[in-house]
């Protein structure tokens, strides 16, 4: 199984080199070839969740963090630097989402490329893009984590600049520029914890192990604001918009669906983790910004006039009903934020799939010029109001676990503040309702428009091909959330009991 770990980054990188070498005659070939690199990164994640999963009972002298499988190899080793892969509960699923959406993505273009480029450099930057988010969540080295961390930042750079809309060279230099910032952060946070502790293993630092109260506070802030940009979380949230509306389809789908968790699995894993002192000391501040987030994100959407930019905006509504569920720093909590962050990648990504479908049919996203969508394309239409009520939180699908149990973690907690918070965060989900509806109402209500009247019916195979799973898949954890929670729970536990009091 440890092959596995190595396997999963190799072969994205390796197709990335093949795809990119190909010559430009050979271009749909060269896309088939990343995809089946892409399809085989998913077949080697897959298997990762067998074998001893065997949970011993938590003491104070065990590991918070104990991996499935892992691979520890000397790095660096003058300074102590270990190249440390490893996988557990908490990094399985996104193993797993990022796999299948990068190859959903590639597949994707075997059947549209948008325009800015040939097709297999695309293909070949969404695979360097796999290889960045799946290192990030495997890596178990404070210093490896910071390295994929930056692999994704120039592709993603790339693939919104070179393949996006009319204004995507001033969003991929918001995007770049925005990250760069939450890099700096992050490298200055990394660097504290490192020289102090004396160690970069993240199995070894969890709990604080080496760190004073201060160190932890000063740590947990530059951590935490890094990944809040890399989130986005409010009001770190502006390149976002930008950056989403500006980028192809692939491109929105993997920023939304993967990118974004890269900062709230940082934020469990690495600052929560690392700095438990700072992060109940800084709860109450990432309560209060989680209920802006919701409540602002919801507000902004109620006013949006364009498909990709409230789809954006609703992300950073999602992504704070995450942020509350850390912030209780609960068993309860972070099973929210974690099982939160598939179902955002699973419907927010189906949700970019069919607004990339709408805007390439009509050649237009503006709301009041989609009307009508149902009686010219009634399958698009329905698929669309799928995705739709399963981001606002319908029992049943995918959205409706993370959103309803951050509530209840906020509850738990107990005493007014968390209680209002809870409040709050529940009539920012109510609001979410209120502009998913309203979207639907513009779009597929109403006589068609001169936009939508040519539209047919028909979807092709390939666009099938790509939805099919992630409208499977919000079916699926939003009947079974026992899929996702339960690999989960166990590590949560343990990371509860060694970041508690």
């Known amino acids: 199984m440890t092959l596995l770990l190595v396997a999963v980054l190799v072969l994205p990188l390796l197709g990335a080199l093949l795809t990119a070498a190909l010559p430009a005659r050979a271009d749909r070939t060269a896309r088939a070839v990343g995809t089946g690199f892409a399809a085989l990164t998913l077949l080697a994640a897959l298997p990762m969740a067998a074998g001893d999963r065997t949970w011993t009972a938590y003491t104070p002298d065990t590991p918070a963090v104990r991996p499935w499988h892992q691979l520890d190899l000397p790095w660096v080793p003058g300074l102590d630097l270990r190249f440390h892969l490893g996988v557990d509960g908490i990094s399985y699923p996104l193993v797993v989402l990022t796999a299948l959406l990068t190859l959903l993505c590639c597949g994707y273009t075997l059947w549209r490329v948008p325009d800015g480029g040939p097709g297999r450099l695309l293909v070949a930057l969404l695979l360097v893009v796999e290889v960045g988010l799946l290192g990030t969540f495997l890596a178990l080295d404070l210093v ?196 939160g962050n598939i179902a955002h990648g699973v419907i927010t990504g189906l949700l970019f799939f069919l607004a990339g479908a709408v805007k390439d049919r009509t050649g237009t996203g503006l709301l009041a010029e989609l009307s009508g969508l149902r009686e010219t394309a009634p399958r698009l239409a329905g698929l669309l109001a799928f995705a739709a009520v399963a981001s606002l939180g319908l029992p049943g699908l995918a959205g409706f676990w993370g959103e309803a149990f951050a509530v209840v973690a906020a509850v738990q907690v107990g005493g007014p503040f968390w209680t209002t918070l809870a409040v709050l965060a529940a009539v920012g989900g109510a609001l979410t309702a209120a502009y998913l509806l309203r979207l639907l109402r513009r779009v597929t209500h109403g006589r068609p428009g001169p936009a939508v009247a040519p539209l047919t019916a028909a979807l092709a195979r390939t666009e099938l091909a790509a939805w099919a799973p992630l409208v499977l898949l919000a079916l699926v954890i939003g009947l079974a959330p026992g899929l996702v929670l339960g690999m989960a729970g166990d590590p949560v536990q343990a990371l509860i009991e060694r970041v508690a009091p």
């Not at 949230?237 to 509306?245: C, E, F, G, K, N």
């Not at 920023?255 to 709230?264: E, F, H, N, R, Y």
């Not at 704070?320 to 934020?337: E, H």
Request: hydrophobic share 55%; net charge positive; glycine share 12%.
């Open 144 to 339: 490896l984590f910071l390295v994929f961390f930056e692999v994704v930042l120039l592709p993603m750079y790339a693939v919104i600049a070179g393949w996006g809309g009319t204004d995507r060279r001033r969003a991929a230099r918001k995007f770049a520029l925005y990250t760069l910032l939450g890099s700096v952060l992050l490298l200055v946070g990394v660097f504290t914890v490192v020289t102090t502790a004396g160690t970069a293993d993240l199995v070894t630092l969890t709990g604080g192990t080496g760190l004073s109260r201060g160190t932890q506070l000063a740590a947990f802030t530059l951590l935490a604001l890094a990944f809040a940009v890399k989130s986005p979380l409010w009001p770190l949230h502006s390149w976002l918009p930008d950056a989403h509306t500006q980028a192809p389809t692939v491109g929105s789908v993997v920023l939304a669906g993967v990118l974004l968790k890269m900062g709230t699995y940082g934020l469990i894993r690495v600052a929560v983790g690392v700095a438990p002192e700072g992060a109940r000391w800084a709860a109450p501040v990432l309560g209060v910004l989680a209920v802006a987030a919701i409540l602002v994100g919801s507000l902004v959407c109620l006013a949006q006039d364009e498909l990709k930019r409230l789809i954006a905006y609703s992300s950073v509504g999602h992504m704070g009903f995450v942020l509350l569920g850390v912030a209780t720093l609960t068993a309860t909590g972070l099973q929210a934020a974690l099982i």
